[in-house]
């Protein structure tokens, strides 16, 4: 059964930085792609960064110029690093996985901006 942990949130002032994580785990098989998503209370479930297993990137626009996301392909991980943060950044961080035999949801991480 594919697993995604996610690590990485807390509570950052504005204009400070906070880098997620996410591993997948019982894969079996390759891994097409991998996303951050957020979800703000009372909003639905938005798209944040998207990265392909060859490495290109796509991002939303409010997130543009302020978070990067990467990866360690021999890790099944991937990173979510955050700076400039807005309180409008505040929200759960799941992380998804598409993978050759379908695709999975993490359990999310909250992230807080606030001073």
């Known amino acids: 059964q594919v697993q995604l942990v996610e690590s990485g949130g807390g509570l950052v002032q504005p204009g400070g930085s906070l880098r997620l994580s996410c591993t997948a785990s019982?894969?079996?098989?390759?891994?097409?792609?991998m996303r951050w998503y957020r979800q703000a209370p009372a909003k639905q479930r938005e798209f944040v960064a998207h990265i392909s297993w060859g490495g290109s990137t796509s991002y939303a626009d409010p997130v543009k110029g302020r978070f990067t996301i990467s990866r360690d392909g021999a890790k099944n991980t991937i990173f979510l690093q955050m700076n400039s943060l807005k309180p409008e950044d505040t929200a759960v961080y799941y992380c998804?996985?598409?993978?050759?035999?379908?695709?999975?949801w993490g359990q999310g991480t909250q992230v807080t901006v606030s001073s």
């Open positions: 019982g894969i079996r098989f390759s891994i097409n792609s």
């Open positions: 998804y996985v598409a993978h050759a035999g379908g695709a999975a």
